[in-house]
């Protein structure tokens, strides 16, 4: 480790964090990475080496070294919660060493493409770099502005706006492969490849399926230009869409209740007014009833009667 302005106990907390994260990779990879790891912590990107320092855009956190197994880390980028947090950014790179060493010991001298491995090191990391990719996704589709494949090859394109959309497409990309082919499918054709038994990661795949990488990110294409992207800006604001919805609910809820009230006092004054003319009969005393007419004094009384029993 190398990182000479953290005190023991940041470095020993940094080197456990980076043990968990390496350990966390190679069981999700199947792969052990066997090579000793130099780890490097700046704290200003005017503290890089010059070799490296053009390497980080405006966005990024970390760098994976493929000449030799080495991370570097801009400490004052670092954030407390993913994509950004120490964890994430650990594993986001430790996935790029891995993918390596795969490299180099499949022993043909070929390397992933890079959407491969920004789109396995995000799915790995559990956190897409950049907040509202869905919106950006549906938005960059419905205007046609899609990068090309062949652009995602190599390289980082150079125009800011380009680079980061470029780790978007392959998010998302790979987590549409994830759900077709399953992750050990997708390994086991990258080592394929990787080691010569196949001429590309098509053929790779061709072998084991009546498809292609080709023609899955042509699928994927067409479902995300079909809308698929709109329902990733449900989904980012799914929440809020929810508060939206609910407000018709809760007026219905209100206006309910409001009359439900509203007709509980209508009953209850009717009841007091009942109640009041009642009293007032009782008050005056029953009528004395008279001996030429005797039918009425038991009409009065059965009437006093079935209002005592039924109250």
Do not use: C
Not at 208 to 224: D, I
Not at 228 to 253: A, E
């Amino acid at each position: 480790m190398e990182a000479a302005f953290l005190n023991p106990r940041e470095r020993v907390s940094l080197g456990g964090q980076a043990m968990h994260s390496l350990a966390f990779v190679e069981r999700k990879l199947g792969e052990k990475l066997e090579s000793r790891v130099v780890l490097r912590v700046f704290r200003t990107k005017e503290e890089l080496p010059p070799s490296i320092r053009p390497s980080f855009r405006s966005f990024t956190v970390a760098l994976a070294e493929r000449p030799i197994p080495r991370i570097t880390v801009l400490r004052n980028r670092l954030q407390g919660a993913p994509p950004g947090d120490l964890r994430s950014v650990l594993t986001h790179e430790f996935v790029h060493l891995v993918l390596f060493q795969m490299a180099r010991k499949g022993g043909a001298g070929r390397h992933l493409p890079l959407w491969f491995h920004e789109g396995l090191a995000q799915e790995i990391a559990g956190a897409r770099l950049f907040d509202r990719s869905g919106e950006i996704l549906a938005a960059r589709a419905a205007g046609g502005h899609l990068l090309s494949w062949m652009q995602l090859r190599e390289r980082l394109p150079s125009d800011e706006e380009d680079a980061r959309f470029a780790y978007v497409q392959a998010a998302d990309f790979f987590a549409f492969l994830i759900q077709e082919l399953g992750l050990p499918l997708i390994l086991e054709m990258a080592r394929d490849y990787l080691s010569g038994n196949a001429d590309s990661l098509d053929a790779a795949l061709a072998k084991n399926r009546w498809e292609s990488f080709t023609a899955l990110q042509g699928q994927w294409k067409r479902l995300v230009e079909e809308g698929r992207g709109i329902w990733w800006v449900f989904g980012n604001h799914l929440f809020d869409l929810l508060l939206i919805l609910s407000v018709p609910l809760l007026f219905l809820v209100l206006r309910r209740r409001y009359f439900r009230e509203k007709e509980a006092g209508k009953r209850l004054e009717e009841w007091e007014a009942y109640t009041e003319r009642w009293d007032g009969i009782e008050a005056e005393g029953p009528e004395e009833p008279s001996e030429e007419d005797p039918e009425e004094v038991e009409e009065g009384d059965l009437d006093r009667q079935n209002w005592d029993t039924y109250l």
